[in-house]
Antibody
Framework: EVQLVESGGGLVQPGRSMKLSCAAS????????MAWVRQAPTKGLEWVAT????????YYRDSVKGRFTISRDNAKSTLYLQMNSLRSEDTATYYC??????????WGQGVMVTVSS | DIQMTQSPASLSASLGETVTIECLAS??????LAWYQQKPGKSPQLLIY???SLNDGVPSRFSGSGSGTQYSLKINSLQSEDVSIYFC?????????FGAGTKLELK
């Protein structure tokens, strides 16, 4: 059974940093691209970043480019999102997702990130 | 950025009814469109990819169609467990944008 389990969220002050992790199991992690998608409270979904199966390619939405870094450790089957210079508009539930046929076919349960002083 | 306009924003239907949700892209996305279902308090789940391909385990009452800029999701014989918010998403070009969602309720 495919499982994606996020961790590392919480309350953080504006301008500070936070690192999210996503532990994957139930599939060969190194064969799949992965992505982070976020959802602000009572809002819609917003794609954040994608990383290729081997980590050689990364893609970001403009609003996080230069502040967020997506990475992966295939030996540990873990996906990461390093978030720096956090802003109030980054407040959201962050979902770890697997990429298949260009869509997000499995999602984690989500981790809440609240940016507030 | 490619804009995804979803309609209606909300929809009320009876059990057994057929419902259709529409998604309009601001430019041709060449069938690179996915549909997701998000039940209250849960993570989204993939229903349809490449506009009309049913994801594994998704009931056959769900179907997708469309091409170019216009796409739709049809739910035949509405069941109580279909009460959800439905999102379309284009995965043709970065940033991969979602529609605002359609909230489906039972009448």
């Amino acid at each position: 059974e495919v499982q994606l389990v996020e961790s590392g969220g919480g309350l953080v002050q504006p301008g500070r940093s936070m690192k999210l992790s996503c532990a994957a199991s139930g599939f060969t992690f190194s064969n799949y691209g992965m992505a982070w998608v976020r959802q602000a409270p009572t809002k819609g979904l917003e794609w954040v970043a994608t990383i290729s199966y081997d980590g050689s390619s990364t893609y970001y939405r403009d609003s996080v480019k230069g502040r967020f870094t997506i990475s992966r450790d295939n030996a540990k089957s873990t996906l990461y999102l390093q978030m720096n210079s956090l802003r109030s508009e980054d407040t959201a539930t962050y979902y770890c997702t697997r990429v298949l046929r260009r869509a997000f076919d499995y999602w984690g349960q989500g981790v809440m990130v609240t940016v507030s002083s | 950025d490619i804009q995804m306009t979803q309609s209606p924003a909300s929809l009320s239907a009876s059990l057994g009814e057929t419902v259709t949700i529409e998604c309009l892209a601001s430019e041709d996305i060449y069938s690179n469109l996915a549909w997701y279902q998000q039940k209250p308090g849960k993570s989204p789940q993939l229903l349809i990819y490449y506009a009309n391909s049913l994801n594994d385990g998704v009931p056959s009452r769900f179907s997708g169609s469309g091409s170019g800029t216009q796409y739709s999701l049809k739910i035949n014989s509405l069941q109580s467990e279909d009460v959800s918010i439905y999102f379309c998403q284009q995965n043709y070009d970065s940033p991969y944008t979602f529609g605002a969602g359609t909230k489906l309720e039972l009448k």
